[in-house]
């Protein structure tokens, strides 16, 4: 079946610092990948987002790339801020766009 | 354009009782989609419907029910509520168009406290 597995947090990271957050996921035919950001007691935002293998997605200086080879869609960033704080989410929507899948999430703490 | 909008953004209840969440999606998004959120067990799928009709379900028992309108507003249902209902109940939108990638866009939730 489908499913996505991310790193568990938190992740600590001091500002202007380079992240990374790892992404797998479990998927037949050709899904598409997103990256979802929740701030406190917000809903989940769309931060970015691939469709097919190769694809790039970037948003507010985070990208993250579909690769289909080692079924991964690791996010990152070259400088994160005290902002970004927050906790993100990696999802696979299946090729027939009938459910979404959700990781566990990760909390980012980033310190001044 | 507005987003989905959730009503109310909190809500106290008392074991026992029900309680009924409203959702309206973003204009012309067709497909409604509720999910839990606790911190011990993360996001949980409940339901999806489509053109009024409940295409996808959770795990959840009975006690949890959905509908949509014909204007694709959605509302979802707890009788009975139970301590372990206390979550924010999250609800999202999405055209649901085959071989597009199109993500969901999420509500701001409904906190729900049960006492």
């Known amino acids: 079946g489908n499913s996505v597995t991310q790193m568990e947090g938190p992740v600590t990271l001091s500002e202007e610092a380079f992240l990374t957050i790892n992404c797998t996921y479990t998927a037949t035919g050709y899904p598409s990948l997103f990256w979802y950001v929740q701030y406190p007691g917000e809903g989940l935002q769309l931060l970015l987002k691939?469709?097919?293998?190769?694809d790039k997605g970037s948003n507010k200086g985070f990208e993250a790339t579909y690769r289909k080879e080692t079924t991964s869609f690791h996010l990152e960033k070259g400088s994160v801020q005290v902002s970004d704080s927050a906790v993100y989410f990696c999802a696979l929507s299946d090729q027939g766009f009938n459910k979404f899948y959700f990781g566990s999430g990760t909390k980012l703490n980033v310190k001044p | 354009k507005a987003g989905v909008t959730q009503t109310p953004r909190y809500l106290i209840k008392t074991r026992g009782q029900q309680v009924t969440l409203s959702c309206s999606p973003i204009?012309?998004?067709?497909?409604v989609s509720w999910y839990q959120q606790t911190p011990g067990q993360g996001l949980q799928f409940l339901f999806e419907?489509?053109?009024?009709?409940?295409?996808n379900k959770g795990n959840f028992p009975g006690r949890f029910s959905g509908r949509q309108f014909s204007n694709s507003r959605s509302e979802m249902n707890v009788s009975t509520l139970e301590l372990g209902d206390s979550a924010l109940y999250l609800c999202a939108s999405r055209t649901l168009t085959r071989g597009h990638g199109d993500g969901y866009t999420f509500g701001s939730g409904t906190r729900l406290t049960v006492v």
């Open positions: 691939a469709t097919k293998a190769d």
């Open positions: 419907y489509f053109s009024e009709t409940q295409r």
């Open positions: 204009s012309g998004h067709r497909s």
